[in-house]
């Protein structure tokens, strides 16, 4: 069973977890946790994109010039294809539909393969509690700045407070989720993730 140390806000190690094998200690499946990525970028596409043809742009209901005479090449329309502000050839259509499947196997093995990876590089932080004395987004820096993490931070908890959520709002770097929200998908585009111990049960509970 692998153990991990628990941390408290001022970044000094309290006690030892010991994480459930079955979900922070797998052989992570990289293929499974690719196409999870793929299911989540695709999904998050809204399909609207659209262009005109020549029979829809504006103007280009008269003959340029006439047919013969003019030395220059036959043309038909202003709107033709090779014209400026012509219309556009196989260009994307309204309401394409990007959505893809996963079963419900292959998105548990996905997020388990993520959270592994995550022990595996060393980079998952456990907290005894994570609670604010206020909502200032000073204080949310300053434990930050004791754990000695930044760039792209996951913090996850068991529940939401209103405290913690004004406090992490402006933290461009840093996204609050509670345990029953992560995902693949934000845990592989986090470096470090950082949970409570209680998240850690909530997920172990779910997963295991």
């Not at 094998?21 to 999870?36: R, T």
Request: charged share 25%; aromatic share 4%.
């Amino acid at each position: 069973m692998k153990k991990i140390d628990v941390l408290n806000v001022q970044g000094k190690k309290v006690k030892d977890i010991t994480l459930n094998e079955s979900v922070f200690g797998i052989e992570p499946n990289d293929a499974v946790i690719y196409d999870a990525i793929r299911l989540a970028t695709a999904n998050a596409r809204q399909g609207t994109h659209s262009v005109k043809t020549r029979s829809e742009v504006s103007g280009g209901g008269r003959k340029p010039w006439r047919q013969k005479g003019t030395g220059r090449a036959r043309q038909g329309s202003t709107r033709a294809p090779h014209w400026i502000h012509g219309g556009v050839v196989f260009g994307p259509q309204t309401e394409k539909n990007y959505t893809l499947k996963m079963n419900r196997k292959e998105r548990r093995l996905a997020l388990k393969s993520a959270l592994s990876y995550k022990v595996l590089d060393n980079e998952l932080i456990v907290l005894d509690e994570l609670k604010l004395a206020s909502a200032k987004t000073k204080e949310m820096k300053d434990i930050l700045a004791n754990l000695n993490v930044e760039r792209n931070i996951l913090v996850v908890v068991d529940e939401l407070d209103e405290n913690l959520i004004l406090a992490a709002r402006n933290l461009e770097n840093v996204l609050l989720l509670q345990a029953n929200e992560i995902n693949t998908m934000d845990i592989v585009s986090a470096h470090v993730l950082i949970a409570t111990e209680a998240a850690i049960k909530s997920v172990e509970e779910a997963l295991a």
